[in-house]
């Protein structure tokens, strides 16, 4: 079967997923279909926009379903009469009877090296866990999460300044490549799959809401992690006197103790040093609940008086 020919439903919400999305567009693929979350509400004054798939979609003529629970709102999918399903970044879990649907099954493009970080957030955990590589795996979408065969996969390696924001970016762009270079050969059905070891499994759970308070019982490197983690958004938070103090980036000052865990040791135009438990850390970006993000320089501007606060 050509990629011209046969008929393809794209499942993906977000700007990273939009890109694949457009590039496969743009490389011949036929898209009978796309499946996005629901349309929400955007910035302060809450207006809706449109998701980033629903944009491409649009500017393509293709067709847009947006069912609030895709678990118990799938029918419309046997009218579309799809050979084969494609996900990535969707944000629903698909039930099994969608994937049953289509002629050559559901495969999905998964932001890590599999069995490696299955679940909701590898991109953030191969940031959290401190991997210095991660990449994308081409898989089949079956009952259990992330545990279906594999097709291919591309590396991707993280460098020391990536955070979430950077290494999305970059797994998009690798998931845009190994889509278009093994579609066309499952298609044609000349591409094996091949299984997952179960004993190299390792998990990434969604991220709550909680976990995005930074914690000082964390090593400074653990801490850095996490600050990359979740940066930029949501953004990983302190408080100080009850307001909340989000670090975009950090780095290691180096591993000295010099005042108490929490402190802010130092303050000015020349360094934000941040005592942790085994190690200082350098402040680079960071917001001050109710401000806007700056950086550390125009941060201590205005606020070189909480020199010595402890943060918790």
């Avoid at 649907?101 to 955990?125: D, E, F, M, W």
Wanted: charged share 25%; aromatic share 8%.
């Amino acid at each position: 079967m050509d990629k011209n020919d046969a008929r393809l439903i794209f499942m993906g919400t977000p700007e990273i997923s939009a890109s694949v999305f457009e590039e496969m567009i743009l490389d011949g693929f036929n898209f009978v279909g796309l499946i996005s979350q629901p349309d929400k509400p955007i910035g302060r004054k809450g207006q809706i926009e449109p998701s980033p798939t629903k944009k491409v979609a649009l500017k393509y003529d293709i067709p847009i379903f947006q069912p609030q629970k895709i678990r118990v709102d799938y029918e419309f999918v046997n009218d579309l009469k799809p050979d084969l399903i494609i996900t990535f970044a969707y944000g629903q879990i698909i039930p099994q009877g969608l994937l049953n649907i289509p002629t050559l099954g559901c495969l999905n493009l998964h932001g890590s090296l599999l069995p490696k970080l299955r679940g909701a957030s590898p991109v953030q955990y191969a940031l959290i866990n401190g991997e210095k590589t991660t990449g994308v795996t081409l898989m089949r979408m079956v009952k259990e999460m992330d545990a279906g065969e594999m097709y291919g996969k591309k590396e991707v390696i993280i460098e020391q300044n990536d955070n979430a924001t950077s290494l999305f970016t970059k797994i998009s762009k690798a998931a845009g490549e190994l889509a278009r270079e093994l579609l066309p050969i499952f298609l044609k059905g000349e591409l094996k799959g091949i299984e997952q070891d179960v004993n190299a499994v390792t998990f990434a759970p969604l991220i709550k809401a909680e976990q995005e308070k930074l914690s000082f019982e964390l090593s400074i490197d653990e801490l850095l992690g996490w600050i990359k983690g979740l940066s930029d958004k949501p953004g990983g938070y302190f408080l100080l006197d009850d307001k909340k103090i989000k670090i975009y980036r950090a780095s290691i000052h180096d591993r000295t103790i010099v005042g108490q865990v929490g402190e802010i040791v130092q303050l000015d135009k020349k360094a934000f040093l941040l005592q942790a438990k085994d190690g200082t850390l350098s402040i680079e970006e960071v917001q001050l609940e109710g401000k806007k993000a700056m950086d550390y320089r125009s941060f201590a501007n205005g606020l070189s008086h909480l020199k010595g606060k402890i943060l918790k």
